[in-house]
C-alpha cells in the first residue's frame, strides 16, 4: 500500500496527466460524441479568433482612408492600378487599421494588384456586393504568392519562404509535440527572430516510415494512422495515384501544422534553443521522437482583407481572383468573383483566414489549370463559410498541408466537367497533411476524400447534405449521359479515421445501394457510401483498404437507400439496415467512443447563429433530428432537356411544370447559402445559367454585430513594402 503523501503525488499526476491529455476536449460541443483524439477544438481556434464564430471581421469598426476612389478606365481602353489611384491609397493606409474604399461604377484594370509586407488594410467597394455598386474588371493580373503565382488582388507577407524554394533554416522539436499540448521547445538553428503574434512555427515530422535529416526510409502500411504521399506500389509501399503533391510541403513531411508563437522562454532572439507558447495546441496524435520532428518560421503579414465588390478575371489567366499567402488572419467577404481562370480564392500558407458569405462563378471552366476551384487552401484554422460555387468542378479543396479548418454552411451547383464524370464538389484535400478539418452543413452534390496525392486523416464531416448525383439535362455530362460516379460519399482507400455524424445522403430513385466497401474500383454506381474503395482506373491500380471502414466513425446518418438513420453498433443491431458496427470502437488507435450519444449538437464550430444566419432558418437546418424541412425533389423525368427533374430545390416551386416534392423524410432546410442561389437570385437547381446578380445584404441582411471596439494592432517592427 503507498504511503498517503506517495499516493496524493501520485493521484495528482494522473490528474495532471489527463487534463494535459483531454485539453482539446474541454468544453466542446461534440463532447460526448467524438472522440478528443480525432477531433479538434474549432471553437475556439478556427476562423479570426473573436470575430469568424459571430459572423463578425476586424474591419467592422475600421474607418475610411483618405477620399472614396472613382471608377476609371473603360471597356477597351483599361488603366493600371497605380493610375487610377488605388495602388497609392493603400500604400497610404497601409498598418493603420483602415480601409480603402472605392466607389459605384466599374474599374476596368489592366493589372493586378500583389501588396507586399502590408498589414491591417483592406480594400472596399461601396454597397454590399451588387454588381450594379462597385466591380473591377482586369484584363491583366500581378505575379504574386513568393513568385509562384498570380493574382487578380493578392496580400503576400514580407517573408517569402516557401518550403519548395526558398525555405530557412530549421532546427528540431526536442519536447512538447503531444497532441494538445501549447508548449513546444526547439532547438538552436531556427535562424530568425521571433515575433510573439507575428511569427508561424511549423511543425513537421518525416512520413510513417521515414526518419532523419533528410528523411530516408520507404512509406510502409503501418496498418493504422499510415501518413502517406509516396505513389502506390502492389509490392506493399506507398498509397497514392500520382505521388507526393509538390512544392506544398518539404520532401516526405507533409504532415505540418501551422501555429502562430504566443511568447517565447527565454526569449524570442535569433537563432538559440526556446520553449515557445503556441497560440493554438498541436492536433496531431502521433507526433514522435522516430520521426525526427522540426521547425521551421515563416513571419506573417496580419488582417488584410477584400470586401463589397464584384471581381471579373474572364479576360486574364491568372492563378487566382483573390489571394493570400503569408498572412495571418485575412479575409473576404461579400464578394462576387467571375471567370477566375483557375481558383476563386487561394489562401496559401495562410493562419486563421475567413471567407464568408461570396458568390463564386465559372472558376476555372475555360482553363488548363489543374485542380480549378473556387476556395483552395493551405495553412491552418481557416473558416470558409456561407459561400456559393456555381459551375465550378470543386468548390472547396485543401491542397496541401490543412489543419483545424471549417469549411461550413457553403452551397455548390453544377459541378460539371464534360467528360461523363461528375465532380466532388466538396473534396476534402489533395495531399497528405491535410487532417482534423470539420465539413458542417454543406449542400453539395459529392464529398470526395480521394487518393491523388496521399492520406487523409482524422477529418469530421457533420450535418452535411450530400445528394450524389448531378442532372444531365444541362447537356455538360460529355457523351455518356448515364449515372456515373454517382455516390454521395468517396471515401477511398487510406483515408482513415474520419467521423461522419448526423448527415443526410443520397436521392431517391437513384441511390438503392448503402454501400461499397473496398471493391476493385473507386467507381461504383447507385451507392451511398465508397469506405476503403481501390482505384483500378489508374496504373498501378491501388488496392482496397478494408482499414479505412473499420476507422471511420459513422454514426445518425440518414441515407435514402436505407430510409433510415442508422446508429450501428454491430450487423443488425439496432435495425435490420446495418452491416456492421460502425462506431471505429475497434480501430488499432485512437478509437471512437464506445457509446456515442445520439444527441447531435447543431454545429461543432458555431455556439449560435453567426449574424448572416438568417432567423427563419432552423439552426440545425440539416439532420436525423430535423423535421418539416422545406428542401424537396424535383418530379418528372431524370436528364429531360430543359428540366431539372432529380434535382433538390425547395419545396411549393415548379420548374417547366414540374413540381418540388417532399423528399429526403424532411430532414433538410435550405441552408442561408442555397435559399440565396434558389430564392433571392433565382438560380436554377442544376445550376445552369449565366452568372447572376448576388447582393449579400438582400441574402443575409446588413450583417451588423457586436465586435470588439478596438482594432488589432499592426505588428511590431518594420517591414518592406512593394506594390506591383
Known sequence: ?????????????????????????????????????????????????????????????????????SACGSNGSPVTAESCGIADALAKANGKSKYVLLGPGTFYLSDGLCLHGYNNVEVRGSGTAGSNLTKLVFSGAATCQGGNGSALIGFQGADTTYPAANLAAVCTATDGFSQGSSSLTIGSGCNQS?????????????????????????????GNYFVCGDKYDPSGTGCSENGPDS???????????WHIVSSCNPSCGKGGASTLTLAEPILHPNYSSGQTPQVYLVQLSQYLGVRNMVIDGGATNSTSGISFYNTAYPWVKNVAILNPYSIGVYLTQDVHGDVESTYCYNAG??????????????????????????????????????????????????????????????????????DFNLYESNVMYQAVQDQVHGTHLSQTWHRNFFTGWESCSNGQCGTDPSIFNSSAADVLSYNRYGNWTANVLGTPGIHTIYQDLAGPSAFVNNTIWLI???????????????????????????????????????????????????????????QGLASPSTS?????????????????????????????????????????????????????????????????????????????????????????????????????????TSVPAAAPAAPTGATSVVVH
Open 532 to 590: 476503403g474503395s481501390a482505384n483500378g482506373g489508374v496504373s498501378p491500380a491501388i488496392a482496397g483498404d478494408p482499414i479505412v471502414g473499420a476507422t471511420t466513425m459513422r454514426w445518425g446518418n440518414y441515407d435514402v437507400a436505407n430510409n433510415a438513420v442508422l446508429e450501428c453498433t454491430a450487423a443488425k443491431t439496432p435495425i435490420s439496415a446495418c452491416t456492421a458496427d460502425e462506431r471505429a470502437e475497434a480501430a488499432p488507435v485512437y
Open 365 to 434: 471552366q475555360n482553363s488548363t489549370a489543374s485542380d480549378p476551384s473556387c476556395y483552395n487552401h493551405t495553412g491552418a484554422f481557416h473558416v470558409i463559410a456561407n459561400n456559393i460555387c456555381q459551375q465550378v468542378r470543386v468548390c472547396t479543396i485543401g491542397n496541401g498541408t490543412e489543419i483545424g479548418s471549417v469549411i461550413g454552411y457553403n452551397f455548390g451547383v453544377d459541378a460539371y466537367t464534360g467528360d461523363s464524370f461528375m465532380f466532388g464538389n466538396l473534396e476534402d484535400c489533395h495531399s497528405d497533411g491535410c
Open 247 to 257: 512544392g506544398l510541403a518539404r520532401p516526405e513531411r507533409f504532415q505540418a501544422e
Open 194 to 222: 521571433i515575433t510573439a503574434g507575428a511569427t508561424a512555427v511549423i511543425l513537421d515530422q518525416c512520413d510513417t516510415g521515414y526518419s532523419g535529416s533528410p528523411c530516408s526510409g520507404s512509406a510502409k502500411d503501418n
Open 1 to 69: 500500500m503507498l504511503p498517503k503523501r506517495t499516493f496524493f503525488v501520485f493521484a495528482l499526476s494522473l490528474i495532471i496527466a489527463f487534463l494535459s491529455f483531454s485539453v482539446a476536449a474541454v468544453g466542446q460541443s461534440w463532447s460526448g460524441v467524438l472522440a478528443p483524439s480525432r477531433a479538434a477544438d474549432w471553437q475556439d481556434y478556427a476562423g479570426i479568433p473573436g470575430y469568424s464564430s459571430k459572423g463578425a471581421l476586424p474591419s467592422d469598426n475600421w474607418t475610411q482612408s483618405g477620399s472614396t476612389i
Open 600 to 704: 447531435f449538437p447543431p454545429s461543432y464550430y458555431y455556439s449560435s447563429r453567426p449574424s448572416w444566419y438568417s432567423s427563419s432558418t432552423p439552426f440545425p437546418a440539416i439532420g436525423p433530428d430535423v423535421s418539416n424541412g422545406n428542401v424537396g425533389l424535383v418530379a418528372g423525368t431524370l436528364n429531360a432537356s430543359g428540366h431539372q427533374s432529380g434535382n433538390a430545390a425547395i419545396v411549393g416551386a415548379s420548374y417547366a411544370g414540374d413540381t418540388v416534392n417532399t423528399a429526403w423524410a424532411g430532414h433538410v432546410n435550405a441552408i442561408p447559402a442555397m435559399n440565396c442561389y434558389l430564392s433571392v437570385m433565382k438560380g436554377l437547381p442544376d445550376g445552369t445559367g449565366s452568372a447572376l446578380t448576388f447582393d449579400a445584404s438582400a441574402c443575409y441582411g446588413s450583417g451588423s
